[in-house]
C-alpha cells in the first residue's frame, strides 16, 4: 500500500498558511496582496519538487495525493492572481485574500494528510472558511441566504463526518488513514464481510460527501451562490466542492466492500445527474448553467465511485476541476464568443433517429474495440462499463448528421485517448478493486440510457406535449430546493441584510 504522505508533503497547507499574517499587517492593497501571489507560485514549485523528489524514493508514494497537490497548487496560483486583477478598488480586498489563504490551506492539507482527523478537522474548516468567501458582498441578500443554506448542510455533513470517524477509528485500532485502510483490507482478505463498525462508517462517509458535494435535495445553495465573486465560483465549483470526490477515492477499500454505501452512492448520484441535466437544458444564464453542470458533474462522479469505476472518477475528477474553473474564469468572454459563434456556420441538431443511430454505432464501436483489445492486449481487461459511460456521452456530440466520417474518427480517438488517461489513473491509484455488483450497474446504466433518449425527444420535439408538460418542472427545479429551504429556514432562520431600497423607502 502506498504510503497516506508523499514526500514534501507537509509543507504544502504552510506555504498558504505563513503569509496569512503579512497580510493580515500590511498596509496596503499592493502589499497585502504579493505574499498571496508568492505563495501561488511556491505551492506550485512545491509540488514539482516532490514529484522529482519522489522518483528517486524507494517506497512508493502516495500518487493520489501527488495528483490532488498539484491540481491544488495550479489552482491556487491561477485564482489568485484573477482575483487580484477581479477585486482591484473594491473594498474588503485584505478580508478577502485573508479568508482565501485560509481555505486553500486548508484544501491543502485535506489532500496531503495521513491522519484521519486532520483530514477531517481540515475539511471543516475548508467550508468554514469558504463561507467567508461566500458571504463577501455582505449587504446582497441573496448572498447570504444562499451561503447560511450551505452553512447549515455542511454542519449536517460534520456531524456524519464525525460519527464516521469513531468508527473507524474504533475499527482500525488507529486515526492513521494507512492502518485503517489495512484493516478494511484485512476483513476483505479473510473472506467475509465488513464488521458493522465499517458498514456504518461507509454509511456514513457516503452521507458527508453526498451534503458537502450538493446533491439532491440538498444541492440549492449551489446554484443560489452566484452573487460571491466570479474567482469564488471558481474556486467552489473547481476545488472546494469536488474535495467530495476526493475522499471517495481514498476510501476506495472501504466503499468496493460495503455494498449500501455504494447503492447510495449509485442512487443519489444517479438521480442527481439525471435531474440535475434535465434542469440544465432550461437555463439561459451562463453562470446558472455551469452551478447546475457541477451539480449533475458531482452526481456522475459520485455514481462512478458507487460502481467502483475509481480510475473513471480520478479522470472525471481531474477534467472537471480543470474545466470547470476555466468556464467560470471566462463566464465574462461569453457574449463575445456568442458572438463569434453566431458569424460560423452552425452543424445541425441530432433528431430522435439521429441519436438513435448515434448510441447503435456507439455500441458497435464498442464491441469492435472490446475485439480488438482481447486480440492486441489478451492479458488486459477492457473497462467496459467505463468505455459504456464514456460513449452515451460522447455519441451526439461526435457523431452529428453529415460528419458521420468526421465524427467516427473522433469518436475512435476520444475514446483511445481515454483508455490511455484510463491507465494513467489506475497508475496513480495503483489498487485493484472489485466494481460494484451487476444490479447497481445495470441500474446505472438505465439511468443514463433514459437521460439520452429523454433529452433526445425533447431536442427533436421542442413544443411535443412532453416538452410542454417537463419545462414548467424542469424550470423550477423539480421543487425539490424549496422544501429544504422552508425546512432549514424554520429550524435556523438567517438574518438576511435589509436591502438598500427598502432602508430608502423607510426614510421616504
Wanted: glycine letters at 8%; one cysteine or more.
Amino acid at each position: 500500500m502506498s504510503s497516506p504522505l508523499f514526500p514534501l508533503a507537509p509543507l504544502l497547507p504552510w506555504v498558504y498558511a505563513l503569509p496569512l499574517l503579512p497580510a493580515a499587517f500590511l498596509a496596503s492593497p499592493g502589499q497585502f496582496w504579493r505574499p498571496a501571489r508568492v505563495a501561488g507560485y511556491l505551492g506550485v514549485l512545491l509540488v514539482l519538487a516532490a514529484w522529482l523528489q519522489a522518483v528517486f524514493e524507494t517506497q512508493h508514494p502516495d500518487r493520489l495525493g501527488l495528483a490532488m497537490a498539484g491540481l491544488v497548487s495550479l489552482l491556487a496560483l491561477v485564482i489568485i492572481e484573477y482575483s487580484q486583477r477581479y477585486l482591484e478598488g473594491e473594498p474588503g480586498q485584505r478580508r478577502y485574500v485573508l479568508a482565501l489563504l485560509a481555505t486553500l490551506a486548508a484544501v491543502a492539507t485535506v489532500v496531503t494528510s495521513g491522519n484521519l482527523l486532520l483530514l477531517a478537522g481540515a475539511w471543516i474548516l475548508s467550508s468554514l472558511c469558504l463561507h467567508q468567501l461566500l458571504t463577501f458582498y455582505r449587504e446582497r441578500p441573496q448572498a447570504v441566504v444562499a451561503a447560511h443554506k450551505k452553512f447549515i448542510a455542511s454542519r449536517l455533513a460534520d456531524v456524519s463526518l464525525l460519527l464516521a470517524i469513531l468508527l473507524l477509528v474504533q475499527a482500525g485500532g488507529s486515526s492513521q488513514l494507512s492502518l485503517i485502510l489495512a484493516a478494511v483490507e484485512a476483513q476483505v482478505q479473510a473472506g467475509g464481510p465488513l464488521g458493522w463498525e465499517l458498514q456504518g462508517a461507509a454509511l456514513l462517509l457516503a452521507l458527508t460527501v453526498i451534503l458537502k458535494s450538493a446533491q439532491l435535495p440538498v444541492h440549492g445553495w449551489l446554484i443560489q451562490v452566484m452573487e460571491a465573486p466570479t474567482p469564488v465560483s471558481a474556486l467552489l465549483h473547481a476545488g472546494v466542492v469536488n474535495l467530495g470526490g476526493f475522499v471517495l477515492l481514498r476510501f476506495a477499500p472501504l466503499f468496493s466492500a460495503a455494498v449500501p454505501a455504494q447503492s447510495l452512492l449509485v442512487v443519489v448520484g444517479g438521480l442527481t445527474a439525471v435531474l440535475a441535466a434535465l434542469v440544465m437544458m432550461t437555463r439561459i444564464s451562463i453562470k446558472v448553467r455551469l452551478a447546475w453542470s457541477t451539480c449533475a458533474q458531482m452526481g456522475l462522479m459520485l455514481l462512478e465511485c458507487g460502481l467502483g469505476l475509481y480510475e473513471v472518477a480520478l479522470v472525471h475528477l481531474l477534467a472537471h476541476s480543470l474545466y470547470k474553473a476555466h468556464a467560470f474564469l471566462a463566464a465574462g468572454e461569453t457574449v463575445a464568443h456568442a458572438r463569434q459563434q453566431a458569424l460560423q456556420p452552425q452543424a445541425p441538431a441530432l433528431d430522435l433517429a439521429g441519436l438513435l443511430r448515434a448510441l447503435l454505432v456507439a455500441a458497435l464501436m464498442l464491441i469492435l474495440l472490446q475485439g480488438l483489445w482481447a486480440w492486441l492486449l489478451p492479458g488486459h481487461e477492457l473497462p467496459l462499463v467505463a468505455l459504456t459511460l464514456l460513449a452515451i456521452g460522447l455519441a451526439p456530440w461526435c457523431l452529428r448528421r453529415g460528419q458521420w466520417a468526421h465524427g467516427l474518427l473522433m469518436f475512435g480517438l476520444l475514446l483511445g485517448a481515454y483508455l490511455l488517461w484510463h491507465q494513467a489513473a489506475g497508475w496513480i491509484l495503483d489498487q485493484h478493486l472489485a466494481e460494484a455488483p451487476l444490479p447497481l450497474a445495470l441500474l446505472a446504466m438505465g439511468l443514463l440510457v433514459g437521460l439520452y433518449l429523454l433529452q433526445g425527444l425533447l431536442l427533436a420535439r421542442p413544443r411535443g406535449a412532453l416538452a410542454q408538460r417537463l419545462y414548467p418542472l424542469a424550470f423550477a427545479g423539480f421543487y425539490l430546493d424549496e422544501h429544504f429551504t422552508r425546512l432549514t429556514f424554520r429550524l435556523w432562520p438567517a438574518h438576511a441584510p435589509q436591502p438598500l431600497s427598502a432602508t430608502l423607502g423607510d426614510h421616504s
